[in-house]
């Protein structure tokens, strides 16, 4: 039985402020929650509530906090903790918003996450084991960022992530190991060319190329330069993030100074699907442009993984519509955008249905919570996307991934990645 909701205001990995939950059981034990919070988010994404005005350039959370408080915990005071379904129904019933704008995104997902983690305190197991319950589950196969762009670096490139995915590795451990050595390798060369200017949001580098394909080269040179084969024992994996660059069918690249079509946009593509080892591609055409990743998905979704993120925006609902009509084949899965626990996990039952993979994701501006870990394996997602292979907000997910490991789960590995 839940005993007392705290809420506090904490900092996330941006400095920004954002909110931090302690659900507290008549039994003594506790579960807690942290928000993270994204910078290239989706138009139909939950939204985090913040304060306005001059102060911490209107970041504060003070409202958020305030909402937890005086609406959320005297509801919740009593409740059983189990009933997830029901504690989150019910903040979004007191809600009463599409998108969580009245007590705030990032109110209820820290409280939802709390909830969870207590309950899985309350049975003194480890979430993912909680999660798992008799099922069998793996380890997920991650996507780890080398250079970080977009809106994540200030717009240097267009390109928003370009990671890395061990499709060699055996283990979880032997995924980070290659990682590291590739990111090791990929800095050298950058620092070499004069090309690092430091590290971006997710701790991947913050190039200064020149154009897009040269960044594409360069990782490709970069795994070799770390003794791999490109495509064989390392392979790519892109988010294009195009909802930030593509409005109405128009797609903006500042590297290469001009315009492309839908049409243009996929063809452009295309062509580094040939030329280059990618095994995974999110959101390739903006989140509006629905008859351009039908198109994409047609040409390419036999070969590679395609992963709607500002387009699915972890929504059951548009996951389901997705498969319908042919759109991607793999959907993010971000707590944060769905609002609730309850939530995540329906978009995740949608993937499934659908035959769609799934990625457990971090956020742009994320804190040392590592639950998305457990989310992960104990839901047995098969993928995970934190970031890059530096910075501890990102450091703090990977290093509890090979905790959990020791418990003798099997690695998803390369078998985690779909095909349409
Ligand atoms: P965000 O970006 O957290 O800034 O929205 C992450 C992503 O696009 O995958
Ligand atoms: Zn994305």
Redesign the pocket.
């Known amino acids: 039985t839940i005993k007392e909701v705290k809420a506090r205001r904490v900092w996330d990995s941006r400095g920004w402020p954002t909110v931090e939950v302690d659900v507290v059981l008549e039994s003594g034990r506790f579960g807690r929650g942290m928000a993270?919070?994204?910078?290239?988010?989706g138009t139909h994404e939950a939204v985090d509530l913040r304060d306005g005005g001059t102060a911490l350039a209107g970041k504060d959370v003070q409202k958020a906090l305030n909402a937890i408080e005086t609406e959320i915990a005297p509801v919740l005071k009593g409740m059983n903790v189990v009933d997830q379904a029901a504690i989150d129904g019910r903040m979004k019933e007191m809600d009463g918003t599409a998108n969580l704008a009245r007590l705030g995104g990032n109110a209820v997902i820290a409280t939802s996450m709390a909830v969870l983690n207590a309950a899985a305190a309350d049975v003194e197991l480890p979430l993912w084991r909680h999660l798992a319950g008799d099922a069998p589950v793996r380890l997920p196969l991650p996507q780890i960022q080398i250079f970080g762009g977009g809106?994540?670096a200030s717009r240097r490139i267009d390109i928003?992530?370009l990671m890395v995915i061990a499709i060699g590795a055996t283990s979880f451990r032997q995924a980070t190991e290659m990682t590291a050595e590739v990111y090791l390798s990929a800095g050298r060369i950058m620092a070499e060319r004069g090309l690092l200017q430091g590290v971006a949001?997710?701790g991947g580098y913050w190039p200064a190329f020149d154009n897009n394909e040269q960044a594409l080269d360069t990782l490709v040179k970069a795994i070799e330069g770390a003794g791999y084969v490109p495509g064989e024992d390392v392979a790519i994996a892109l988010?294009i993030?195009s909802s930030e660059f593509g409005k109405n069918g128009r797609y903006r690249l500042a590297l290469e100074s001009r315009d492309y079509d839908s049409d243009g946009m996929c063809e452009l593509l295309l062509k580094w699907l040939d030329r280059y080892p990618i095994v995974s591609i999110?959101?390739p055409l903006a989140e509006d442009d629905e008859a351009g990743l039908i198109a994409f998905t047609n040409a390419a979704g036999a070969k590679v993984q395609i992963v709607g993120?500002?387009y699915l925006v972890t929504d059951g609902q548009r996951v389901r519509r997705a498969s319908e009509i042919g759109a991607c084949n793999c959907v993010?899965v971000?707590p944060n955008q769905a609002g609730t626990i309850t939530d995540t996990r329906a978009a995740l039952d949608a993937a499934r249905q659908a035959g769609f993979g799934a990625i457990v994701?971090?956020?742009?501006?994320e804190t040392e919570d590592f639950i998305i870990v457990h989310l992960s394996t104990g839901w047995d997602a098969g993928q995970l996307?934190v970031g890059s292979f530096a910075r501890s907000e990102r450091m703090a997910k990977w290093n509890e991934a090979i905790r959990i490991e020791e418990s003798d789960l099997p690695f998803a590995g390369r078998g985690a990645l779909v095909r349409s």
């Open positions: 993270p919070a994204g910078a290239s988010r809106a994540h928003q992530d949001d997710e988010d993030a999110e959101d993120d500002d993010l971000k994701s971090a956020r742009s501006g996307k």
